[in-house]
């Protein structure tokens, strides 16, 4: 047996051994890669998680506190108790009012791409099981509300591909799903609805069949041929047809995936150009239109899906279209640029159009690192990961979607090789995925910020981070982040229920919970 065979069995055996310690604790099974990266390792027969019939709040009127931190803790539930401090000794006062409301949340959710659904077909069927349910169980897992999926192929397949690549087939008589349709998407999409039947799946084009388009290809400076645009709409009205034969609808579709990809020639990612004029005029002339007169007619439409720099002016251009206004339901917006872009944009837009829900649909670390696209353990990215969610709730927006939900070890595969991070990253050869702090800041607010929550207001301080709802069992959701090196003493003063006085450990992510 060679070294590496040998290394490969001792350390099975090791996690085989971790494994069986933890018997039916739900914890964590730590691994680290380097000092302070540490990862949970899941498999076939475990995987951390809340435990099946744990109650959402305390039975004698306290508060649950969850903690993740980067020494190593995930999740680790504590019973705090209103009224039994003195608030002198804390350093850090929060006050929360419930009576001051906000956004109604939709929810939270990851992609499913077709490079995660390929690498989910390489675990076993019991470890497919397993992180399908790490996702989408509301129970033990994430509870991921919404599911977001390219329309045909995206810089996360495979293969560029499109649904009919027959010239000028305007009838859309040679339309076919292709094969990572039936392969990597529609068998666990209707795993994760079974689990989570209130899932709301968003659909998104990367590029249309490229006779469509200007430029005839898949990525580099093209547009929507006008002859084609009640063509295009037909295009996607036959795909939510066909999802739909296998129990699958589509809650809710986008204009395109980042159209300001579209001009640039020299792009490798599969895109479409939109103009705010000319694709205001598609939807008031076609795709509006069409759903509205077919089964779909309750698919909402999102506008944007690219950058947040392109608020509010984008839409504002595009709602000089009266009609096609009235068929928008919400604004997408992606975060790679948010360092550039104050978050004074999304109140602005928020302003602008308050009957349209604000929706962040694809966020990501990794990308231009070609050294390091996955990081295994990194907390800083789980970390900004957290602060960007909780950014994103404080100015107005009603959900939060990160990219890829699974990938493998090389932030993979993907046919422009535009590798990235993951959530969850997965491990073929030892039938394992390991969750990553990144996982666990979206799950402090997708577990516990059911949709339908209001965001309500709470303080915070330099050094604690926070942001807090009502959800629809009127319940007090909490969510807080110490940013500080050091642990921090704290006091969240609610008017109803008293004073809850904790301890954030340092470099935390945190979420309260208690009835109201």
Known sequence: MSPKNI???????????????????????????GFDRIVCVCNATYCDGLPENHPEVPDNGDAYLYVSNKNGLRLKESLVQFNTCQTSLFESTLTLDTTKRYQTIAGFGGAFTDSAGLN???LSKAAQDQLLRSYYDPKTGSGY???RMPIGGSDFSPRPYTYDPYDND??????????????????????????????????????????????????????LKEEYYQVYANYLLKFMDEYKNFGIDVAAISTGNEPGNGGIAVDPLSSMGWTPSTVAKWIANNLGPTLAASQHNRTQILVLDDQRLFLPWYVEEIAKNKEALKYIAGIASHWYVDALVPTSV??????????????????????????????????????????SILEYMNHWYAGWVDWNIALDESGGPNWIKN???????????TDE?????????????????????????VTDTLQIKSTAFVTPANEVVVVLY????????????????????FELSPLSMNTIKYQQ
């Open 7 to 33: 290394g490969t069995m001792w350390k099975t055996f090791l996690v085989i051994a971790v494994f069986c310690a933890a018997g039916n604790a739900n914890d964590c099974v730590p691994r680290r890669f």
């Open 145 to 147: 509300s919404l599911v």
């Open 170 to 223: 305007t009838t859309l008589e040679h339309f076919a799903l292709a094969f990572e349709d039936h392969e990597y998407k529609i068998p666990f999409l209707q795993k994760a609805f079974k689990l989570n039947p209130n899932l709301k799946l968003l659909g998104t084009v990367w590029s249309p069949p490229t006779w469509m388009k200007t430029n005839d290809r898949v990525n580099g400076a093209g547009f």
């Open 482 to 501: 110490n940013r500080s090196l050091l642990p921090k003493q704290v006091v969240l003063k609610d008017p109803k229920k008293g004073n809850l006085c």
């Open 433 to 457: 995925f390991y969750k990553q702090p990144m996982y666990y800041a979206l799950k402090h607010f997708s577990r516990f910020v059911n949709r339908g929550s209001v965001k309500v207001s």
């Open 419 to 429: 590798y990235v991070d993951a959530p969850i990253i997965v491990n073929p050869e």
């Open 346 to 387: 999304l109140d602005r837009t928020h302003d602008d159009f308050p009957d349209k829900f604000l929706i962040m649909t694809e966020a990501s670390l990794g990308s231009g690192e070609p050294l390091t696209p996955v990081i295994l353990g990194s907390w800083s990215r789980g970390e900004k990961y957290f602060l």
């Open 120 to 122: 989910i077909k390489k």
